[in-house]
């Protein structure tokens, strides 16, 4: 089991930053893929950032993420950022850290890896 504690959202102007945290705990050793996904109301679970912690390897979501998202890990704090620059109004959404596997049954696919383990997210808004 792993548990993620998401922390860092809150409300900014559109053009500002965000750093997001992430602190997993448990049987994290398994779960060698993080990812952060966010979620707008009424839309789909999307898949934003992922990182294989072994060798800090990203991965972004092509379009208005690229070049804006960086995701980063500390391994040695059991943490996952997620650094937001030049916010957009669009960027707003429950964002959530998630660590690979997790119950079989469910999950989301991002980037040919599973995602299961979730935490229980933190709100972004961003005000033009």
């Known amino acids: 089991q792993v548990r993620l504690v998401e922390s860092g959202g809150g409300s900014v102007q559109a053009g500002g930053s965000l750093r997001l945290s992430c602190s997993a705990s448990?049987?994290?050793?398994?779960?060698?893929?993080m990812g952060w996904f966010r979620q707008a109301p009424g839309k789909q679970r999307e898949g934003v950032a992922r990182?294989?912690?072994?060798?800090?390897?990203?991965?972004y979501t092509d379009g208005s993420v690229k070049g804006r998202f960086t995701i980063s890990r500390d391994n040695a704090e059991n943490t996952v950022y997620l650094q937001i620059h030049s916010m957009k109004p669009e960027d707003s959404a429950m964002y959530y850290c998630?660590?690979?596997?997790?119950?079989?049954?469910?999950?989301?696919?991002?980037?040919?890896?599973?995602?299961?383990?979730w935490g229980q997210g933190t709100q972004v808004t961003v005000s033009s």
């Open positions: 990182i294989y912690t072994p060798t800090g390897f990203t991965s």
């Open positions: 448990g049987n994290t050793t398994s779960s060698k893929w």
């Open positions: 998630a660590a690979e596997g997790g119950p079989t049954y469910g999950g989301v696919w991002y980037g040919g890896v599973r995602f299961n383990f």
